[in-house]
Every structure is written in structure tokens, then in C-alpha cells.
């Protein structure tokens, strides 16, 4: 599979660009959608999935929608942070969804070619997901290189943190991931070196 990383807006979020035996799909389309348009090239997604519903994962999920006329995917528990701004917002900006989205729920899904999994994964917002893409893990802000997410935002829940932390520690040291915000890392590199993960001692 092919990974595009966008990164745009006042915290670099990470839009992805996925392509897969010409399935091709966008995770977090955040920024100027123009932008994502240029990386497109031509190219028609599939659909939109969502990690999670903050403003600066969201911003060009209609625009998007407008041109392509795709299905949009988000764990049912954020659907209220893509209509309320008041919940999305972070430093006074915020953003919203008004297109029409469809449930991402745990288990398994195909979109086009591209087989997804989904582990629902609450805490920094209760409707954060994991999407796992063979050994690809595109995990928006639960996990970064060296921390995790914050949970001090409208709906964040520190205790569903701990037990989705206990989740991912049973989960293939193996996969690689494709954060929100920063570089990729390894499940495996962040076993070891990032203390909200850390599995052994050193
Ligand atoms: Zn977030
Ligand atoms: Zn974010």
C-alpha cells in the first residue's frame, strides 16, 4: 500500500493518502482541502475516514465531499464533535462536518480493495479508533512517537485511556504507526522507549 503524509494547520496534523490496487482513500483531511487536491492528482477517493472528530482532523471533510461525493467514516461516540464546535475546538479554532457520515465501528471492513480493522480505542475523545491496514497502524492522537494523547479536552477520559493503553500493549510489536501528528514510529521502538507504553524496564 502506499501512504501519502500531508501534514498542514498550527499543530502539522497528518493527512494521510492511502492507494491500494487503485482504491484510494484519505484519512483526517485537515488544512485546505486544495492541498489534498494537489496530492490527489486526478485521483477520486473511495471515502473519507476519520480517527477521531477534533477541528484540526476535519476542516476539509466537506469541501472534499462537495467535489467527490464520497462516503465519510467516524466512530458514532465523536459524531457530536464534528457538529459541536464548542467540543472540537482547541486555542479559540475550530472547524465542522455537516456532510452526512457513516458508522466505524470495532471489527473488520472493506472499503474498495483496501480490507480495514477497526479497534476502537477511547479516551483522548470516546469515539477514537485505530484503523489497522495489514501491518500499517493509523492511529490519530491516541498514540505519537513518545507519548500518548492528552485526555484534558471536552470528553477526553483519562481511565478509558489506561484500559485503551492496556489494548495496545497486547497488540503486534511489529506494526508500524502512522500518527496524527509527527513522524511514524513502531509499536515495537515505542514498547521500548515511550513511558506511557513502555512494556520493560531500562
Ligand atoms: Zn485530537
Ligand atoms: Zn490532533
Redesign the pocket.
Known amino acids: 500500500m502506499r501512504i501519502e503524509s500531508i501534514p498542514s494547520g498550527a499543530f502539522a496534523t497528518n493527512t494521510y493518502i492511502l492507494e491500494d490496487s487503485g482504491t484510494v482513500l484519505i484519512l483526517d483531511p485537515t488544512g485546505k482541502a486544495q492541498r489534498i487536491l494537489d496530492h490527489l492528482q486526478g485521483r477520486v477517493p473511495a471515502a473519507i475516514v476519520l480517527t477521531?472528530g477534533?477541528f484540526?482532523?476535519i476542516g476539509a471533510v466537506d469541501e472534499l465531499v462537495r467535489q467527490f461525493h464520497c462516503p465519510v467514516y467516524v466512530h458514532p461516540a465523536d459524531q457530536v464533535l464534528l457538529e459541536d464546535e464548542t467540543l472540537n475546538g482547541m486555542a479559540g479554532m475550530t472547524a465542522h462536518v455537516r456532510s452526512q457520515t457513516r458508522p466505524l465501528t470495532e471489527g473488520l471492513m472493506k472499503l474498495g480493495t483496501i480490507q480495514l480493522q477497526i479497534l476502537e480505542a477511547p479516551g483522548?475523545?470516546p469515539g477514537?479508533v485505530l484503523i489497522v491496514i495489514g501491518q500499517d497502524c493509523f492511529c490519530?492522537?491516541v498514540v505519537f512517537e513518545g507519548s500518548v494523547?492528552?485526555t484534558d479536552?471536552p470528553l477526553g477520559n483519562d481511565s478509558q485511556m489506561r484500559q485503551t493503553l492496556k489494548m495496545i500493549r497486547t497488540l503486534d510489536p511489529q506494526l508500524r504507526l502512522y500518527p496524527?501528528h509527527g513522524p511514524a514510529t513502531t509499536l515495537e521502538k515505542e514498547f521500548n522507549d515511550n513511558s506511557f507504553l513502555r512494556t520493560r524496564r531500562g
Open positions: 477521531h477534533h484540526d482532523h483522548h475523545t477514537s490519530g492522537d494523547g492528552r479536552l496524527g
